[in-house]
């Protein structure tokens, strides 16, 4: 036996698209597994380069996060004209993500949430907890907000001024992860999930499908053994690179890269073009339960 990472021999699950072949053909790439890919798409940072090559990220904290909704800005130490210089073009990114999104996935667009924006300009923080440390191979679940069956849809930007690629792990298809993890996962004890909401601990009822993610998370990324042998391909993003990907079925990891955007959708399991191939609906067929 060998602790030898496996390299995958197919190619990566990456579509290299330009903005037009995109459009009508990101959806389905995307419920499939598939990181699309657009390297050539056009978002102006000019005159922004003091507020987002400044340390803008405050100590001790990973992103600069914006909430699109509330038009509030945490994680900067930034002050004055620089912070509403900051909020102006994190705020700008998170629109063009949307509207990204709005044009590649026309079907999404009725019932799309924005979530929130983030801002990464920090490499990747070598103290984390197993649990927190996204170098490792996870798919996303959040502990205090649950998602209750909807996807998490990601629009990245790298905007790296040094030509440094931000560097990704991508892992197995989701049925197998979840076949590999879920054996070992547990359900809530009787009335946690309102305990914890009348406490506060979540925002809205963690469901059965939101405790076995965050099992799945949690699972894989305290698996040192997984870590160390997990199947995967190594995908660099280079600077300009806009890449989408649905983070709760696509494995993956964020081994490196400094300086890149973030933008966070929510859509429900309804208006994908493929249900079945949600994780909601894979899990389900797995548990023999419904799971929302
Ligand atoms: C993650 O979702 O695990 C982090 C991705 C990134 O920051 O590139
Ligand atoms: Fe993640």
Same mark, same amino acid.
């Given at each position: 036996m060998t602790a030898e990472p496996a390299r995958l021999d197919a190619p990566a699950p990456v579509a290299v698209l330009d903005r037009k072949r995109a459009e009508g053909a990101a959806a389905r790439l995307l419920e499939h597994g598939s990181v699309v890919l657009l390297p050539d798409l056009d978002f102006d940072t000019a005159g922004f380069e003091d507020v987002m090559f400044a340390e803008v990220s405050g100590e001790g904290v990973k992103n600069v996060s914006y909430s699109p909704a509330t038009g509030e800005l945490k994680g900067t130490t930034a002050e004055g004209a620089a912070r509403e210089k900051l909020k102006t073009l994190v705020a700008r990114y998170s629109a063009w993500a949307e509207e990204l999104v709005r044009d590649l996935a026309p079907g999404y667009a009725a019932s799309l949430q924005v979530g929130r924006t983030s801002y990464r300009p920090r490499a990747a923080d070598h103290n984390l907890s197993k649990r927190k #440390? #996204? @170098? @490792?191979?996870h798919v996303d679940a959040f502990p205090s907000s649950p998602v209750q069956g909807r996807r998490i849809l990601r629009v990245f930007r790298n905007v790296n001024p040094s030509g440094e690629a931000r560097y990704w792990r991508v892992g197995e298809p989701f049925a197998e992860h979840a076949a590999r993890f879920l054996p070992k996962a547990r359900a809530m004890a009787p009335g946690q999930a309102m305990l914890m909401q009348t406490l506060g601990l979540t925002k809205g009822r963690r469901t059965a499908y939101d405790n076995l993610m965050l099992q799945l998370h949690d699972a894989s990324k305290e698996d040192d053994g997984y870590q160390a042998s997990a199947p995967h391909w190594d995908v660099n993003f280079p600077p300009g690179a806009t890449w989408l990907v649905f983070t709760d079925s696509v494995v993956h990891a964020a081994l490196g890269g400094r300086y890149a955007f973030e933008q966070t959708f929510y859509v429900p399991v309804a208006a994908m073009e493929h249900p079945e191939a949600s994780p909601l609906r894979t899990l389900e067929r797995i548990t023999g339960r419904t799971l929302v």
């Open positions: #440390d #996204d @170098r @490792r191979l």
